[in-house]
Each structure stands twice: as C-alpha cells, then as structure tokens.
C-alpha cells in the first residue's frame, strides 16, 4: 500500500509563498497536486513525470507555482508564491501507476492519495 504523507500548508498573506512536500513509500510514481475549495470539484494543479524532467501545470499556476522531485528522498514538492486569495483550498498529493508517456491531469489517472494539507491566503 503506498501512503503519501502531505505537509508544509498553512496561512500566508496574499503575495507570499508556501513551500508543499509530499512524502511517498514504495516505488517511484508518475506525482501530482490537486486542491479543492470548499464546495467545488478537486482540480489539477501541476504533475510531474517519474524522472523530473517534464512537468505539467493548469493555466492558473504557470508562472507562480513550480513542482519538483527528489527521487533520492521519494518526496515531491510544490513551491508556491505570489500566492492570491484564489489559491485558497485543500492541497492533495496524488500518484499514479501509469506507464504512458502522458501525464495524467485528471483525478481518474491518480492510483493513491494523501489527506491533504490546507492552504490559507488571507487578503
């Protein structure tokens, strides 16, 4: 059973930067971030492949936000900055089995998912 094990959320005024981890057992995944805001749908953020060398991220987050992995610690990061009110939501974790050369940025292309970690951006 893999477990991912978020952390690094918290409340950050509008403007600032969080730096997300997300500890993963077993073997080396496809990774990615979702976040969902109360009421809404779980949303994909940014992706990562198995060897770091490509990454995906929605239109929202291009440019502030950045994904990375350290394979030699099985963990990945999501440094996020400039940080805005919108950016307000739960953050998950998320691997995938897939062995395609496409990174998934659907929920239904994620096999394991960790508990997710609060992100606050106060105005």
């Known amino acids: 059973q893999v477990q991912l094990v978020e952390s690094g959320g918290g409340l950050v005024q509008a403007g600032g930067s969080l730096r997300l981890s997300c500890a993963a057992s077993?073997?080396?995944?496809?990774m990615g971030w979702f976040r969902q805001a109360p009421g809404k749908e779980r949303d994909f953020v940014a992706a990562?492949?198995?060897?770091?060398?490509?990454?995906y991220y929605t239109d929202f987050v291009k440019g502030r936000f950045t994904i990375s992995r350290d394979n030699a610690k099985n963990t990945v990061y999501l440094q996020m900055n400039s940080l805005k009110p919108e950016d307000t939501a739960v953050y998950y974790c998320?691997?995938?089995?897939?062995?395609?050369?496409?990174?998934?940025?659907?929920?239904?292309?994620?096999?394991?998912w960790g508990q997710g970690t609060q992100v606050t951006v106060s105005s």
């Open positions: 998320a691997a995938s089995r897939t062995l395609a050369a496409a990174v998934p940025t659907t929920t239904r292309g994620y096999d394991y």
């Open positions: 077993g073997r080396t995944y496809v």
């Open positions: 990562i492949n198995r060897s770091g060398g490509s990454t």
